[in-house]
């Protein structure tokens, strides 16, 4: 049975969300939530809400979808063990380390995969399985034939958002925020810099995209087996969370929707299913001053009225004997719970006695209620009397007594187990050593001149049997495989017949086709390894190195690395992409791919001038920023690392970039030291 997930900011978004009808909730925990700027759950408003749910048998999810530092770590687990307490459904989780905590602290826990995690294709679904996890959360980006492809290849539950807000970036890869502002996406405080006005030539607000909805096709979603309709929104206010759920509800029921009140409820310029049919034209929108006016009309109104009454949830079928000289017995049946509640014999008619007909009519008042009224049927002795207070307080019994007993049927208990931090064995970086990353043929043909680079990374697509010094390359495969995933295998496994040995990897999905294949594993800093927890898990998926999280603070990493089991490298230099995306904001719609790149402008333009270059492969854009980082004058700090990554990407001498990096001079130009210094929030 596919479910309708609600996005709730507070107590009054649950309640809007169980009175729309929302089968489950998702919410965000007080300090590791990817939405920190919602009014997120303390440990008693959490508590208070798993209730309100349960009672109605809703499901509540907790997201604990943000990168942590190690420091965090003991306030986690604090987190964890509280909403083990409390009897949430299921965590939400990003970071393998989170993940790693959540099984250690409470075992039977189920655990969600967040759509940060970045599965987009079988082969990440797989290895999300066989990490633990019971259910993926789905990228935005993807079409129907990929949804469909991940549902058939791999028995795991998938969770599609189907309405609300569009990131044009792949999930889990965007670093524009942090990068531009300092508020981390993966920290959960984007501050949506791709809504401001980018432009390209004539073209304004090329990164902005319409709102997603769905709802329209949520029956032809169900038929391909898709566990759950996310809708976004947990910065949304309640009336829109009603919205949202009603026509979501409406729509399974195979009944017509609203349309206009979901518009007015929120949205950019109209919305969009553009990923899903595969038709990436006509995707950008923006709030317009018609959004605004169409929000605050006469429809604010008609929405808070979708949760001004309990949905009816439970069909229940009630039974009373009166009978003279017995206690009055009322048997109450609902959602596979039995109750029976007593009161005392009933009276002799002085006048009117009372009939079958009347009892049933007063026991099934179930107003105002979850209840709705099934078989409801009386056995009346003749000559009674029976006053309806009494009556209505039997039947108000059984509805608390049924709301108990589901309320504890719906709330687990799990084991959990007491946090111990684990012992460090700090262990030294060995001598610190270069490594490079290449983007086109001509820097890897002069990489493969320049002896200091230790290993060479380098796209799959660059690589033949010709292709001399085997051992120094590491391949790089698409980051987003979802529509190249067979290609990307067959691929590699030619090059592993080659003679390569090496792969890196970006994903969950990267990790499985690797280990399938038996290469090396050497992770990129798109993994987000952030603390020594995740290390822990990368190494014994198979890691035998990694690049740290670029939104960590230097003093961070260096920590890190020195904790960690497996060698540790930091990017040092290089153009630091800030998206991913699978729509290419110059073109359009799809990236231009290789035939088209000659008459591609190659960037985009932000509101102060600035010049973001645009590199497009076969399914997927890259945005870089305009400053370049460089490190060449931090040595002292860098050292303390395994190795150092040079990124090029439009760089035509490679070796006077090199040269400039060993310099160790104060770097000029446009130039930054990244987030290493300033961090992230």
Sequence with gaps: MSEILAPCKGLESITAAINAGADAVYLGEKNFSARKNADNFDYAELCEAVRLCHYSSVKVYVTLNTLVFDKEIPLLCKAVEECAKAGVDAFIVQDLGVAALCRKIAPDLPLHASTQMTVNSPLGAIAAKKFGFSRVVLGRELSKEQIQNIIDFCDIETEVFVHGALCVCVSGQCYMSAMLGGRSGNRGLCAQPCRLNFTCGDRENVLSLKDLSLIDKLCELKEMGVASFKIEGRMKRPEYVAAAVSCCRQSLDGEPYDFEMLRSAFSRSGFTS????????????????????????????????????????????????????????????????????????????????????????????????????????????DGLSLSAAVLNSLRRDCVEELSEKILQKNTPRYKINSFTEEKINCRTAVANKLRCEVSNASQLEKALEINEFSYIYAPASLLSEKTPDKSRIIALPPVFLSDCEEQAESRFLTLKQQGFEHIGVYTLSHIELASRLGLTLHGMFRLNAANRYALSEYKKLGLSDTVLSIELLMSDAVDLCRQSEIPCGILSYGRIPLMITRRCPINDGKPCGEAKKKSCPHSITDRKGNSFICMCNDNTAEIFNPDVLTLSDKKKDTQKFDFSLLKFTDETDIRAALNSYLDGGKPSGRVTAGLYYRGVL
């Excluded at 009117?352 to 009386?378: D, H, M, N």
Aim: proline share 5%; charged share 30%.
């Design 274 to 381: 553009g990923y899903f049919d595969d038709d990436f034209h006509n995707m950008q929108g923006i709030r317009t001053k018609e959004d605004v006016t169409a929000a605050s009309s006469q429809f604010l109104g008609v929405m808070r009225r979708l949760y001004d009454k309990p949905f009816k949830r439970y069909k229940t079928d009630i039974s009373a004997k009166i009978k003279r000289g017995n206690d009055v017995l009322v048997t109450a049946c609902a959602n596979g719970e039995t109750v029976q509640v007593t009161a005392e014999p009933p009276e002799e008619a002085v006048k009117r006695p009372i009939s079958e007909e009347w009892v049933v009519s007063q026991l099934s008042k179930l107003g105002g209620t979850v209840y709705f009224p099934g078989k409801v049927t009386a056995s009346v002795d």
